[in-house]
C-alpha cells in the first residue's frame, strides 16, 4: 500500500493524494489481487498512479487495473465474470 | 462498437526468441489488437513473416516500423526514397531542428518522434506542428521515460509534453501515445496508458483516440497505399480484364 501511496503523492503530491481517499480493502498475496477503495471523481488519478509503479523494495514490478466498479458486489460478479 | 487498441512502439530484441514472444503475448493480453515493432532497415523476409506468424499465434495484429536516425536531411531523403514502400511505419528520431522540420513537411513520415532528453530543446513548436499538420504527420510519445524517469527530469519531461500537446491538439496535429516498452514489466494497459496521459492533460476522449482510431488510421492508410491494388487516395483497382 505504501507503493500506491508513494505513486500519487510523487504525481500528484499531498494536495492530490488528499482528494483520492486511498483504502485498502483486500489483499490476496497468493493471487497477487488488491482490492482498492477510492472517490470516483479520482480513479483516472489513482490509474495514472498505479500504472507509474515500475518498483516496489527495488524489485521491478507492474500493476494493473483488472476492473473497477461502484460496489465491491458488483466488483467481484465483474470478475467472477471476466476472469472466473 | 469496441475500440481497437494499438502499440506502435513495442521494442523486441529480435535475437532472442523468448523474450519476442514474450511481449508478443503480453501485449495482446493486455488488450491491443495491433502492434508494431520497430525492424532493422534489412531484416529478412523470413524473419518478418516469422514475426508475422508469432503475432498470428497470439491473435494480434502486427505492423512493421522502421525508425530513422538521420544525420542530415538529405539522409532522411534518401532513406524515405529507399525505405517508404518497404514498411508500413516510418518513424523519424528528431534529434536536431533541421532534420525535425524536414521531417515535418515529408508526407512520407508518419511518425515524429522526439528522444526524452532532447524534448526539453522544444524542437515541436508552432512551425513545426503547422508542417506536420499539412504533411499528415503525427507526434509519437513513448511512455517509458515518464515511466523510468523520476522528480526533477520527469517534472522536466511532462511541462515539455504538455506544452508539445497543447501545439499540437492547436495545430489538429493528431498525437500517438506508445509503449517504446522494451521489457514486458513497462507495458501498459490501454486504459492505463490513456491515464497517464492525463498527466500532460490530453483530455480522456483524445487520450483514447492516441491509443486507438490516430494509430489505426496510419496503419490502414498505409497498408492501403503498400496494396498493389492501390492507384492514388480514393482510388483503388477492383477489377482487372478485358470486360472491365
Keep these: ?11 500528484y503530491g499531498e494536495y492530490g493524494a488528499s482528494r483520492v481517499g486511498l483504502a485498502l ?3 490476496d ?3 497477487k489481487l488488491v482490492i482498492l477503495r477510492t472517490s470516483h471523481a479520482t480513479v483516472g488519478m489513482v490509474r495514472a498512479a498505479l500504472a507509474s509503479i515500475t518498483k516496489v523494495h527495488d524489485r521491478p514490478v507492474a500493476v494493473h487495473v483488472l476492473a473497477v466498479s461502484g460496489t465491491i458486489r458488483a466488483l467481484s460478479k465483474k470478475m467472477t465474470r471476466k476472469y472466473a | 462498437m469496441k475500440r481497437k487498441y494499438a502499440d506502435l512502439h513495442v521494442c523486441l530484441d529480435l535475437e532472442n526468441d523468448e523474450h519476442v514472444a514474450c511481449m508478443i503475448r503480453k501485449t495482446s493480453e493486455l488488450g491491443y489488437q495491433l502492434m508494431a515493432i520497430p525492424l532493422p532497415q534489412n531484416l529478412s523476409e523470413e524473419k518478418i513473416r516469422t514475426l508475422q506468424d508469432v503475432c498470428r499465434e497470439y491473435k494480434i495484429d502486427f505492423a512493421s516500423r522502421v525508425d530513422l536516425r538521420p544525420r542530415t536531411s ?14 508500413e511505419i516510418i518513424a523519424v528520431m528528431c534529434e536536431s531542428r533541421h532534420i525535425a522540420r524536414q521531417a515535418a513537411k515529408d508526407r512520407r513520415v508518419d511518425l515524429l518522434s522526439f528522444p526524452g532528453h532532447d524534448r526539453r530543446r522544444g524542437f515541436f513548436d508552432k512551425a513545426e506542428a503547422e508542417l506536420a499538420s499539412n504533411a499528415l504527420g503525427c507526434l509519437e510519445i513513448d511512455l517509458k521515460p515518464l515511466l523510468t524517469q523520476g522528480g526533477r527530469e520527469r517534472i522536466r519531461l ?3 509534453l504538455r506544452r508539445e500537446v497543447a501545439t499540437a491538439v ?3 496535429v493528431p498525437v500517438i501515445v506508445s509503449s517504446g516498452a522494451s521489457n514486458e514489466l513497462l507495458l501498459r494497459k490501454p486504459r492505463e496508458a490513456a491515464a497517464l496521459t492525463s498527466l500532460f492533460d490530453l483530455d480522456e476522449v483524445s487520450a483514447l483516440e492516441a491509443i486507438s482510431k490516430n494509430p489505426m488510421a496510419i496503419v490502414k492508410r498505409n497498408r492501403e ?5 492501390f492507384v492514388a487516395p480514393g482510388i483503388r483497382l477492383i477489377r482487372r480484364g478485358k470486360d472491365c
Excluded: C, T
Design chain 1, 1 to 11: 500500500m505504501s507503493a500506491v501511496w508513494d505513486a500519487v503523492l510523487r504525481l
Design chain 1, 25 to 27: 480493502i483486500d489483499y
Design chain 1, 29 to 31: 498475496a497468493a493471487k
Design chain 2, 74 to 87: 538529405n539522409e532522411l531523403i534518401k532513406s524515405l526514397r529507399k525505405l517508404r514502400r518497404k514498411f
Design chain 2, 158 to 160: 511532462l511541462s515539455s
Design chain 2, 170 to 172: 492547436d495545430f489538429h
Design chain 2, 225 to 229: 497505399k503498400l496494396s498493389p491494388k
